[in-house]
């Protein structure tokens, strides 16, 4: 069994851990629950902590003539400024964080959600944004994974935030050890996941692990984290995982019969055709590799880039899936 690293994420406190809600209620997240055996939670509620308190008057984001403003909108409490400076401040404490998983369609919280209303009172929805706090994380962090639950009910955008936040959490480590043999191991590990995600991150990656101007680890370990967020920054074509299969496929050939090849390639003629998911060709290579004992790919996070358990899909999604998380 492979031992995952501990992601550290940033997550809205309704989110199954208090009742802090504008009515005071709590919300019970799925996916939460979920990730909780797997995942160090760091739980907060921007709008509690500005000082609105429980229960209190709700908050919606208006659109003024000089921006979009944070407004108790039926006391008129501008709130913007107390947001804005919370969320500095919070940021300023966060240290080795993986990724966000906030509330969807909240004002302070949503990521991209959030309906925008005509200042006045009329009620008009103008358009959708982010809320004040989730922006304020993003321009802070641009570079870790954020989602709400909403949205990783979805299975493609779930597996694509739990591979970032656990290679980020395996990274985190490797670097904080400070070792470059543990980098190099980690790079090799990870090649035909970074095969999927970008070749042209993964020749750069493998070309500052190499490391041929002999610099010292926290230089190299930066730049390569910094290609490493590039490379995972969008989840991967489904014709990029097609090449990474085949080139899995490759290393088993000669001991593989005519029919087991034709039945491997009959499986990833369906999941080209988008009528099943990749879990099947993936429980074939695994079996593969037991029976062939390849150590090489026994160890790729490609086949498992997190924990089994997470695999999870809900009973209302199906695999048609492949453009939800452009929306």
Wanted: one cysteine or more.
């Amino acid at each position: 069994m492979r031992a995952f690293a501990r992601p550290r994420v940033v997550v809205s406190r309704c989110l199954g851990f208090d009742h802090c809600r504008w009515n005071g209620d709590m919300i019970t997240s799925e996916v939460v629950r979920m990730l909780a055996p797997h995942v160090d939670f760091l739980p907060v509620c921007a709008e509690v902590e500005i000082g609105l308190g429980v229960p209190r008057k709700p908050v919606r984001t208006v659109r003024e003539q000089d921006g979009e403003r944070l407004v108790q909108h039926e006391t008129g409490l501008d709130v913007t400024g107390r947001m804005k400076r919370f969320a500095a401040s919070f940021a300023a404490t966060l240290r080795e964080i993986d990724g966000f998983l906030l509330k969807s369609r909240s004002p302070s919280c949503g990521i991209r959600d959030v309906k925008v209303y005509r200042a006045g009172g009329a009620g008009d929805v103008m358009g959708k944004t982010a809320g004040v706090f989730a922006a304020a994380m993003a321009r802070q962090f641009p570079h870790l994974p954020a989602e709400d639950e909403g949205r990783l009910r979805n299975r493609r955008i779930r597996e694509h935030y739990l591979t970032r936040i656990f290679t980020l959490a395996a990274f985190r480590e490797v670097r904080a050890g400070g070792d470059m043999q543990d980098l190099a191991t980690f790079h090799t590990r990870n090649k035909l996941l970074l095969m999927a995600y970008s070749q042209k991150e993964l020749r750069e990656l493998g070309r500052i692990t190499a490391n041929p101007e002999k610099r010292e680890f926290p230089e190299v370990a930066g730049e390569y984290g910094d290609h490493l967020n590039a490379a995972l920054s969008r989840a991967p074509r489904y014709t990029a995982n097609i090449n990474v299969l085949l080139h899995a496929l490759g290393r088993f050939r000669g001991g593989l019969s005519p029919a087991e090849k034709t039945f491997f390639l009959d499986t990833l003629e369906q999941y080209r055709q988008d009528r099943v998911t990749i879990c099947p060709n993936l429980t074939i290579l695994r079996g593969w590799i037991v029976r062939f004992d390849d150590d090489y790919l026994r160890e790729q996070t490609f086949f498992s880039p997190f924990p089994a358990e997470l695999m999870g899909v809900s009973e209302d999604l199906s695999h048609n899936q492949r453009d939800y998380w452009e929306k």
